[in-house]
Structure formats: C-alpha cells, structure tokens
C-alpha cells in the first residue's frame, strides 16, 4: 500500500485517507496522494505487466488494501484501430481504447469498483448519487456484490436500460423530470437528511482513482509510450482528469517521461461549458442553461472539476471541441460500418471531434489519436433504425441483378 | 503456423486447410488438425502468458496467420466468484467466465473473430447464416471489419438488438416467421443460388477455433488445470465442443494433466434434445418439436454437433440438465441481487442448472463450478421489469420509518 493522503488540488489542504470524507472544507473535489518515492523503489514496471487480467494489477497505484476489493473484472480493455474511418478522413492512426468491454457495458465500471472498494471498506452503509445512466448501473451493480445500500437518481430521459440496471441490483431508484444538476439536488438533500455517503462524481475522491487505471493501461499497452493525442467526451471529466493524474503518476516512478499527449475534451453543441470556457481563455465554466444532446452521458451544464479538465487541456496544448448531434448519429454509423464497432454517442462525439480538428488542419495525416470509447452501443438502440423485411419459411431469398 | 489439415470426427477423412470448406463428404462438421508435437517443442507455455491482451495470444492454436488476423480485441474475458448466489444454495465455489465483455457483448465474437478471418484469407467474398441473434451481430461486425459481404436470417422473434446490429454494421439482414432451423434452410438454399460461403455452426471449421480458446484461457487462468466442472448453455453446443478440444490439445502439448472437469450441458424444459438423448444413453439427438424458450440462444432444435457434445458429456462423467424458463427468470435476478452481475437468460439457465444438480445431491459443497456467461445481459432488458418513481425538480425523497 502506497496511500499517504487527500490533497486539495486548489487550497493544498491535505486530509488523512482512512475515512470517508467527500469535498475538501473549500469545496474543491479531492485527490488521492501515493508516496510515489517508495513505490518506485520496490515496485519494477514488469510486476504489473505480468499482473492480474483486470485494472487490479495497478493496484500499487490505488487506495484499496489487498483483500477489500470489490471486483467484476473490470478494465484491461482492448486497443484496436479504426483503419476504416480513418481513411475516410484521411488519417493514419486512429486507435478506440474500448471500455464498452467492462462490467455494465462502460467505464464507469472502473470508478465504481474502485469506489465502491473504498466506501464499504471505510464503513459506509449506503451510497447515493445522481447519474445520467451509466454510473447508476455500475454503482448499483457494485454496491449490490459488496452488499450496500444504494439510492440513484436520473433524469426520466436517461436510457431505459440504465434504468432496468439500477432495478435489477435493487438499488432504490428515482427518476427525475430534469437534468442531471437537478437529480445532484435532490441527492445531496436526501444525503444530508439520511446519512447516505455521497458518491456524486468527484464529491468523493475514490471514483477518479478507478477511472485513472485507464491512463496507467493505456500507456503500458503502447509499450510505455504516450499517443499524440488523446480524445475524450467529456460530461464530468473525471476520465480525462484521471488519465492526467494517471500519465503524472508514471512520470514520477519514471515508467515514462515528461512527454504529454494533447488532451481534447469533446462535448456537444447542446451542453459545451468547457468549449466555451476554453475558447474565452478561462479556467472555470459557467452553467449552461437549457442543456440538450442525444449523448447524455456528456449532457453535464457544469463538472466540478471543471478547472481540473481546463489546466490538463491548457498543459497539454489541447483543445476543447463542440459537434452537432447530427455529426454524432452520423459518426457512430461511419464507424460500425467501416470498421465493425457498435461505440456510443458520447465517443461518436469524439470520433466526429477528430473529423472536425482534422479539417481545421489542427492534426497531422500521421498523428497517432486515442478516443475512448466510453461504453458500448448495445444501450443505444434507439439511435440505430432498423426497417428489415421479413419472410415466411418457405420463402427464399432473392437478389435482384442490381443488387448482386 | 502449425496448422496441419482439417479432419471429420466421424469418418476420419482429411482435407487440405487451405481452401473454403464446409462439411465433411460424409455430412459430418470438420475439425482443425495441428503439429501439436512441433507446438510442444517450440513454443513455452510462458510465451503465451505474456502474450497479447485478447484470445491471439494463443495464436499457436489457431489456424489464422498473422498478419491476416480480423480482431476486436476479443477473448481475455474475466473470471469471477459468484459467492452471494453460491451461499444461497450451499455451495462454497462457483465461478463466472465472461464472456459479456466482448465485441458485440456475447462469446460469438471469439468464433465470429476466426470465422471471418478465416473467410477473408481463403477468399470468401460474402458470408451468410442464420442466427438465434448474436452470432449475427458478431458475423456482422467482423464482416465489416474485414470488408467482407454478409448476410443473415433470424427467426422475427430474435432480441431487437440484434436485428439492429446487424443493420447497423450493414449486413443484408432478414427476419424469419419461424425457427432458427427454418432461417437455416433458407440460407442454405441461397448460398447454393448465389454462391455465399456458408457460415452455420458447424458447417465451416473455424467458427470452433475461436470458441476453443475459451478453455485455452480459462485453463491458463486457473494456473494451468482445471475446474472439477463446467457448466455450459447448450444451443448449438460449439462452445462446449471447442473448450473440450481445447483442454485434449492443452493435455497433447503438456501444459495440462490428464484430468478433465465434468461436462454439464444446461438446456430449457421446452427445447431439450440433447437432455432426452442424454437421459437415454443416446449418441446422438433428435429433432424437437415444437421449441419455446425465452433463451432464445439454447431453442436449437438439433444441434449438427449434437454427437460431439454428447461424447463429450458421456466422456467427462458429465451431465444433460433442463430447466423451465422460471427458474432462469429467477437464477438471472438472484445473481443480479446477489453477486452484482447481469448474465443472459442462456447462462441463467447454466446457474439454475448448478442449483438443479446440487439439490439432486449430483454437486459437493466444495466442487468448483465455472459456469460460462455467454453474454451480456445488457442485450436483454426485455427481462427485466422497472417500476421506479418519478419526481419533480422541487420534490425531495422520503423514506417512512418503516423503510429506514
């Protein structure tokens, strides 16, 4: 165990890491400090290739005492390119890093294994948050394997399948006539009233921790090496906060070196706090009213960790990008046709974002760019139409000449 | 490369492996031959444990040569307790192997991923089958993956999402008003017509190769052994068959023993041929009538391989068990609740099947079970009831007393 303590990324306060706590006294999300020093002395890079076949072989790199943790194999996804696609808008290098392949179908697996590991270890007896789906489905699926209680609230527009999950783990759910923000309400009401542990995103500092496994991977499966680019949807942005403090980390026990991909957070013309925010300059969002998108999992007006994505994006030279829904619906078709892979709107958002930065010449024909798939497409079916004709037994298929 | 041939298990005839076969001369499915003598000298067990992150990895075993290799980064599935459930039925080890976490959520990808490769290098231009539902999205997807035609029928009452997989991965896709066994027959007659390479289970040989690699992983995964059972859906049965292949090639190199786990292949109560042959000492099965199951992937009238899986059966000292659809409705919720995971009906009924043969006293408390999760529940919301409040922005959650 390598666990030293909570540092606030804005004031430096620092907290002891044995107890459940959520924001730092000046409202800032936490983060999770190792004693980097000694894990690099005793922990050689090829005791974590030759690891367990999920994120656990990092554990060094995680709060979670050996024994405590609550898993379902999660993380150890796959890279693969999209040679297809990229050649369509004349690209080298695209590669999916693809966290459909988790439990519950997304990445959000990987903060709540993690999460979820810490709230029951540090005593807590029932967790709450509110979620546009995904992260409903893992929290409740892990709560239920770790035997906690579970409260999730979602926007009544979040995909019915998400809904079934939360049920399914019989976790108390509620569905809201509103946004995201809207279901935090009520939450953190109820928490206050209750005594639930909030787990919102970054309320608590174990869920980026999980989701930082996917920076650690990303680079061990390059070999050690970083992309030119990489490419996230971002909602809450914990992903892209966690492969930044993931990239950080390795620097620090040199398993790489100081070179840095450009970090681009790609959102939807419909909700785009951070595009804006980006393109004035600034280091914080405002809210942004009236949020709509097809992809609700970046359907966020506000992230708290909003400075967090902005600092990483202006560290890296990278950008902040805004693409229609149309550009979203067209780009996930353009992908499963061209290269066989069913991705979700939000990394359809992401596909379509380095479609749109490379006709603004901002990426090279051979820049090597990593989107992550945050979850699969098998919960969104409603955005595939499907019109097949149907027969009877003893018909046969026929091909006209034309069609041959 | 140690592919030697292909081989009918039934009348011992042998074929040249380099061109597009389907069935034996004699009617009987092909097996793939290797050098398995030239693999035990060449190639340490230990190269394959730092092998790749998918099934190619095991490479050594598989007829595709590299280079040609068509992959989603399929196989390197999880494998995981299921303690909660275990506990509910007094048994002490039952193991999951998921194979949720693949391409197109099911095991069919690892078949589809050496099918379409295979297809693709020996000059298949376009591929057809009919399909319970997932193999045609997994065939799909591969298709397009290695620019490929493909073509598939499935009975009108196949999951809804798997009609729009293989639409949206453009496959030329037809519903069926019938079984999986009338959707057959049409596309053999097309194939006939129209000259298409005949995909159907079974009836070309490499389907099976990459469904073997589920034991080629779950034995190294083991630390090289073997569970005292496996526990498997059985439709088609090609799993089933490929992971005894598996362990026999494993055992013909060395790098397992001559103990095998006992075979148990789980059916539904309204489509069991295998379950009645096997309850009368049988080699082979009929066709049943009639067929109704809500697993639609185990309502296989007559399964071509059915001889296969029961040698198998009759071999390992295993078992043929049917269960009704309740129970599989009930053994998909109480893992849920239990364990956190979300299987398919198919493996629902494997996990019924284990608490069936623990009742009938045919399990001890401390046999270690691995069931074979064949897919990701998240393709059958259908199954899953939700009835879940809905609140308004201004509402709060109240929780009586009672609840607490």
Chains 1, 2 share one sequence.
Request: proline content about 5%.
């Amino acid at each position: 165990m390598y666990l030293e303590q909570l540092q606030c990324p804005r004031c430096e306060e620092t907290y002891a890491a044995d107890e459940l706590r959520n924001l730092c006294d000046c409202g800032s999300p936490l983060l999770v400090r190792y004693d980097l020093g000694r894990l690099r002395d005793e922990v050689p890079r090829s005791d974590v290739e030759r690891g367990r076949d999920d994120m656990w072989r990092f554990s060094a790199f995680l709060p979670v005492p050996e024994g405590e943790i609550v898993s379902l194999g999660e993380g150890m996804t796959p890279l693969y390119s999209l040679d297809g696609y990229a050649g369509q808008i004349d690209m080298d290098n695209i590669l999916i890093k693809d966290e459909g392949y988790n439990p519950t179908g997304t990445f959000k697996a990987r903060g709540a294994a993690c999460g979820i590991s810490m709230a029951a270890h540090l005593g807590a007896e029932t967790v709450a948050m509110p979620t546009a789906g995904n992260a409903g489905g893992a929290w409740s699926a892990y709560a239920a394997r770790a035997g906690l209680g579970c409260v999730i609230a979602m926007p009544e527009d979040a995909p019915e399948i998400t809904m079934k999950e939360c049920s399914l783990y019989d976790a108390r759910t509620y569905l809201v006539r509103g946004l995201i923000s809207d279901a935090g309400r009520i939450i953190g009401e109820a928490c206050g009233k209750y005594g639930w542990f909030d787990v919102s995103t970054l309320k608590e500092p174990y869920r980026i921790e999980g989701k930082k496994t996917m920076g650690l991977e990303l680079a061990m499966q390059l070999g050690w090496r970083v992309p030119d680019v990489i490419v996230y949807p971002a909602g809450g942005g914990v992903g892209l906060i966690g492969i930044w403090k993931a990239l950080d980390e390795l620097e620090r026990v040199g398993w790489i070196g100081s070179e840095r991909p450009r970090m681009v957070a790609v959102q939807s013309e419909g909700c785009a706090p951070l595009v804006r925010a980006f393109e004035s300059g600034r280091t914080d969002s405002d809210f942004w009213e009236e949020a709509t998108t097809i992809a609700g999992g970046i359907r966020v007006p506000k992230a708290l960790g909003d400075f967090l994505v902005l600092e990483a994006i202006y560290a890296s030279d990278g950008r902040a990008v805004a693409v229609s829904d149309e550009e979203i619906v067209e780009a996930l078709h353009a992908v499963a046709r061209a290269d066989g892979s069913f991705i979700c709107p939000e990394a359809a958002a992401a596909v379509a974002g380095v479609r749109q930065m490379r006709e603004d010449g901002d990426l090279a024909l051979d820049d090597e760019v990593m989107v992550i798939n945050t979850g699969s497409g098998l919960k969104y079916a409603d955005l595939v139409e499907a019109d097949i004709p149907v027969l009877d037994v003893d018909d046969e298929i026929i091909i006209s000449p034309e069609e041959g």
